[in-house]
């Protein structure tokens, strides 16, 4: 490995050195052409060039959450660049949102094509002047890898859009269930108008303590994950159940986590009846398969079965939150098809990795009129274009399996550091590449992050004290030996 | 003019015929090269080939909203082309998203430079990893016509997220003053999590009768302009206020208009007052500079100043929702800079016609924390890089002045339709391209529409009965002629 480096000479030393490497074994290597072979340091991150850069976007905005500023350019594969010419294995993409890796081939080719140039110059009010291949690209994209009994799809924007709007949809669906009939009374259509009931009905969505939704007001009444995403803004009366919090290993706990999901699920029955009584009626259920900003908190597949039959028992819709599990990197498309329901999710969000946001849902949750799910662009063509060619690349290079085995590559190895640090890591878990563990504390996983940045490694965190992996679906086994090569150097020698 | 129509002989042979037109003017053309010099007919709209592709985007959603299919590919500066080869003079632009018109060379230009591929495959997470020319493309667009006084920007990814975002920040700027210092209590971290105040604290924006700001659960509460819009949404109680309704022509109505918004601005001040009284504090006013989806309702210049004196005596924050008056329609950039204010506005959302969404703000405002203000994308490098190039052209080719002299052309021609056809065309009004008037009935105003639509002229409606002109910023006086002529004609024939 190159380490071109101005970071203290020890430091450039030890990352050298393969003593104390976790893996006896050779990293297997399969060549990608357009990834980089490693990481390559040059200087601290941040370095100079994105600290000048840092306090002239500071100016116009606070960017104190910055981390560094990059180079896109040279960025390829799993590798990010950044301005100071360092270039990291990057193992959070964007916040997950890199589907095929930075400067991917096929991208680069298909915005070479003139045919594509319309596309991308030309944006469309999408609900009244879509393009001629507008359902091609749906079909060939999005509804291509639709879960199992969802035949609607409508695009949007981001992740919040996607959510506002299918709870939005999710409340049509529960007034009609409610009138049984399509007659509007006067009442309701003048009451709208000034946000009372019963145009405007005391519905809520049900969602759980840990969850993160997105964080417009709708989205930010069933967020749960940090104070500092909701103080100061005001916000619903809707109930908020529980979510498990397992024990590990899981093998070790089988009763106590049975018993812990048994529970939340008791809770989440009860707040139905409890809000029942006092007239705010739950329309719907949202949840993450594992919940992600708030510290990668997996439950049972059976527990996620039960809450579907919960949903169901009592009318409510289930709405699955896949904008950050969602894309292939648990090693199924959609993290919840784990589960094996019976009865399908209503209404599946996305947005991410799928490039557009956007839901699918059932086909008796179509909204009943135009216009009632509508804004000037619902999503973007350009982005379906590019999300029909991930798609394709998924399947061709048989992106979820190589989740699914790169991601037991990583898991196996944390498990193994675990073994071997159990006072730094700790709760190992994971699906697919989407993998995490905890740390004593903030400061030490934030102390972490900063030194595996420092060896060329990008890593998230999340929660009070996790730190989270979401690499590109094109991370393979050699890169994860790659990381846990550099991470064991870093925990055999943390103070 | 072309007309290789299918739509019935008669209707073809009076589109030919050139006598009852309404300007003797030849209509001056000004050569745009890529412009097409006029509308194509060939079919009736929406054409075979709209209704088939319909039929099958049905299929997956409901398509009731599509007016009919486009080719983007073929669309060119003012004109729209469908799917069926119909070339309509395009006033709507994409429900007014369109700035300098289909296939601007500029924007294919700025495509195909392989220095700028990258942007648009490797979206970036903004927030925390900005790409290298962030800070200088936003210098380059946004802030080189930001509004005076206001030197901050955030980018967002549409027009409801902007005003989402802009609550939010509105929120914490009065919550902060309230506080008096940057200490949040145990209490307020730990009551936000669960929805509660004091974290939670009970704030309101005021908002008008008519007025549209989104469709997220947040922008909803403050929209009230279509029933269809809000129906079956649980909303806020959050206090709305009537918006003038102005009598024209406004010199004969000069008394009775001044009463009117002395009314309205009366009934806000009441509003705060009585909110405040059941301890909901009404934390900031939202305005459009003229309601748009509302019916392209006006107001005095007066009017807005008082309203801008009412927010600073009551302490709350004043936010010009400009995503639909922004861009230079008006001949201004903004159209709330007609106003004349002392005191600039406070916050100004955008989005449409910038590319991207996102607010303007004043230093006071900015968030006293990273993460407060935040998603994944926060908006979309591709579309600042676009924004830039569009800036330059609006500059180089002085087309805020266009948009005045278009305008005129505009509204001097709808005027004399006006009075030759009073039983028609009522409440003329207008600031640059931004024009409007009022039909009999929404039957009258739709069947307008469509018959325009027939004879190759994109029309859009607002309100209950109201036809608005949005075209591009391109749209010169020998569109506005032509326009003229084709409508002046519908109208003599108008059964």
Redesign the interface.
Known sequence: MNSDTHIPEADALRFEVQGHRYISQAAAKIDVDFDYDGPLMKTEVPGPRSRE?MK??N???????????????E?RGNY?VD?DGNRMLDLYS??S??PIG???PS??K???QP?N?????????L??????N??EK??ESL?SVAPKGL????TM?????SN??A??TI??W???KERGHNN?TKE???S?????PP??????MLSF?GGFH??????L?TT?SK????????????P?APFPRLKYPLEDFVKENQQEEARCLEEVEDLIVKYRKKKKIVAGIIVEPIQSEGGDNHASDDFFRKLRDIARKHGCAFLVDEVQTGGGCTGKFWAHEHWGLDDPADVVTF??KM?TGGFFHKEEF????????????LGDP?KNL?LAEVIKVIKTEDLLNNATHAGKALLTGLLDLQARYPHLISRVRGRGTFCSFDTPNDATRNKLITIARNKGVVLGGCGDRSIRFRPTLIFKDHHAHLFLNIFSDILANFK
Chains 1, 2 share one sequence.
């Not at 609900?127 to 001629?132: A, K, Q, R, W, Y």
């Not at 035949?151 to 409508?154: E, L």
């Not at 924007?157 to 859009?161: E, I």
């Not at 500092?228 to 803004?233: A, E, F, R, V």
Request: net charge neutral.
């Open positions: 850069l002239k976007l100016g116009i905005q606070n960017a104190e959450a910055v981390h560094f500023f990059c180079n896109y350019e960025s990010l301005v964007q916040i949102s890199i930075y400067s991917h991208l680069i298909l915005l070479q045919q140039l319309s596309t991308f110059i030309n944006r469309p009010a609900g009244i002047l879509p393009p001629e507008f359902t749906l079909k509804l035949s609607q799809v409508i924007s981001c992740g919040s859009c506002e709007n709870f939005k409340f049509m529960y007034r009609n509007v309701e259509l003048e709208c108008m000034i946000n009372q145009g405007c009905p005391d519905y809520a303590m997105g964080r417009t007001l709708g989205c009444a749960h104070a500092i995403h909701k103080l100061d803004i005001p916000s619903l009366d809707w908020i947005s991410k490039m179509r909204p009943n009129a135009p216009y009632r799910i509508f804004n000037t662009w350009s590019m």
